[in-house]
């Protein structure tokens, strides 16, 4: 079964603050993807990473498929990124998943203070 | 272009009861993905579609199906509801083929609230 765990939690930062967040994993992957939810419910897509790392604008994701971990980056945070990111994982086919094992982390709430 | 669109939003029906949900994606889209929301759970997958054809399905109940027309819209019907279904139901759609979430972009509904009372 794939475990997903997700750190911080919670995270409180001021403005302008370099902020991450952890997504760890227990199988092996064929992708992650990272999501943001605003209050309200709506979900957006951020990154779809298999490999490496991905960058737009102020957002940086990066992943280590050895370690089964992926890193989501925000510089010079500001109050409009306070929502709730949430990885999802995607298991490759041999790790005994496939898709129908994809799996959330628990969310990272995150409030950027003015 | 329009987005994602899930209907209704918001919706409250009684035990026992069965409820259809319908999304329609994004045009051109070919691939749709159904999620449950719930504050204990967090996020679920309950099942994708491509080509009217089901690819993937999560960890649920048979209670829980879907299916998916022609034009890529799609439906979720939950049958003899509980509880326990109570939650956010979001639909995800993308251009390539599932998984969804393993396409470079995929897009979300809004979502439908259900409550079951």
């Known amino acids: 079964k794939n475990e997903v765990e997700q750190s911080p939690q919670n995270l409180t930062a001021q403005e302008g603050e370099f902020i991450t967040i952890n997504c760890s994993y227990s199988?092996?992957?064929?992708?992650l993807h990272w999501l943001q939810q605003h209050p309200g419910g709506g979900i957006v897509s951020l990154f779809m990473l298999s490999s490496g790392k991905k960058k737009h604008g102020r957002l940086i994701a990066t992943i280590n498929i050895q370690e089964k971990h992926s890193s989501l980056h925000i510089t010079a945070s500001h109050p409009r990124d306070s929502a709730v990111y949430i990885c999802?994982?995607?298991?490759?086919?041999?790790?005994?998943?496939?898709?129908?094992?994809?799996?959330f982390g628990k969310g990272t709430h995150l409030i950027i203070q003015p | 272009k329009a987005g994602v669109t899930q209907t209704p939003r918001y919706l409250i029906k009684t035990r026992g009861q069965q409820v259809t949900l319908s999304c329609s994606p994004i045009?051109?889209?070919?691939?749709v993905s159904w999620y449950q929301q719930t504050p204990g759970q967090g996020l679920q997958f309950l099942f994708e579609?491509?080509?009217?054809?089901?690819?993937n399905k999560g960890n649920f109940p048979g209670r829980f199906s879907g299916r998916q027309f022609s034009n890529s819209r799609s439906e979720m019907n939950v049958s003899t509801l509980e509880l326990g279904d109570s939650a956010l139901y979001l639909c995800?759609?993308?251009?390539?083929?599932?998984?969804?979430?393993?396409?470079?972009?995929?897009?979300f509904g809004q979502g439908t609230r259900l409550t079951v009372v």
């Open positions: 999802a994982v995607i298991p490759s086919p041999n790790s005994g998943g496939g898709a129908d094992g994809l799996t």
């Open positions: 199988v092996g992957i064929s992708a």
């Open positions: 995800a759609s993308s251009w390539g083929a599932p998984p969804v979430l393993k396409n470079t972009e995929a897009f």
């Open positions: 045009s051109g889209h070919r691939s």
């Open positions: 579609y491509f080509s009217e054809t089901q690819r």
